[in-house]
T-cell receptor
Framework: EDQVTQSPEALRLQEGESSSLNCSYT??????LFWYRQDPGKGPEFLFT???AGEEKEKERLKATLTKKESFLHITAPKPEDSATYLC???????????FGKGTRLHILP | DAGITQSPRHKVTETGTPVTLRCHQT?????MYWYRQDPGHGLRLIHY???????DKGEVSDGYSVSRSKTEDFLLTLESATSSQTSVYFC???????????FGPGTRLLVL
């Protein structure tokens, strides 16, 4: 069964304290891996799409990387406004559906 | 929210009543999706559409039906609402099934 597991479930960091969020998946023949940010009471906001192992994408303080079994979302020198839930999702080759992980709740303390 | 609106944004209803949620897009994307989001479960696909009048089931489709008579509108109907359908419902759109999905602002539904 295709699965997406995100860890940790929650993470509290001090402002400026860099860290990484993990997304591991069991989908074979990955077509795409997606990262989203979700603020409370809002819909998920698209961040990155990764397609192949070794690929990296960056946006401001965020960098997403992909291997054959997992993806990392690296957060460098985070600010309180980076506090949100970060969602990972993968697409299998068989159909048009996307499988979401349960997310990591990130809280950056000032 | 990438030209996606959902209505209503909040709704309270009673068990056994039918409920219809609407998703409207101005992006002319072919694919449209309905998800529900619940604590401990993350986002789960209910139904999706890959064109006008073309729809398919997702992971949690029981008790839900959908219709798409125009490219821009995708309706989700709870035929007889139950308390287990209390959730936040998100609509998403995509140009093709393989590409990034963009989400609407969500509808909070409470079934009493």
């Amino acid at each position: 069964e295709d699965q997406v597991t995100q860890s940790p479930e929650a993470l509290r960091l001090q402002e400026g304290e860099s860290s990484s969020l993990n997304c591991s998946y069991t989908v074979s023949g990955l077509r795409g891996l997606f990262w989203y940010r979700q603020d409370p009471g809002k819909g998920p906001e698209f961040l990155f799409t990764l397609y192949s192992a070794g690929e990296e994408k960056e946006k401001e303080r965020l960098k997403a990387t992909l291997t054959k079994k997992e993806s990392f979302l690296h957060i460098t020198a985070p600010k309180p406004e980076d506090s949100a839930t970060y969602l990972c999702a993968v697409q299998a080759p068989r159909d048009d559906k996307i499988i979401f992980g349960k997310g990591t709740r990130l809280h950056i303390l000032p | 929210d990438a030209g996606i609106t959902q209505s209503p944004r909040h709704k309270v209803t009673e068990t056994g009543t039918p409920v219809t949620l609407r998703c409207h897009q101005t992006e002319n994307h072919r694919y449209m999706y309905w998800y529900r989001q619940d604590p401990g479960h993350g986002l789960r696909l209910i139904h999706y559409s890959y064109g006008v009048k073309d729809t398919d089931k997702g992971e949690v489709s029981d008790g839900y039906s959908v219709s798409r008579s125009k490219t821009e509108d995708f309706l989700l109907t709870l035929e007889s609402a139950t308390s287990s359908q209390t959730s936040v419902y998100f609509c998403a759109i995509g140009r093709q099934g393989q590409e990034t999905q963009y989400f609407g602002p969500g509808t909070r539904l409470l079934v009493l």
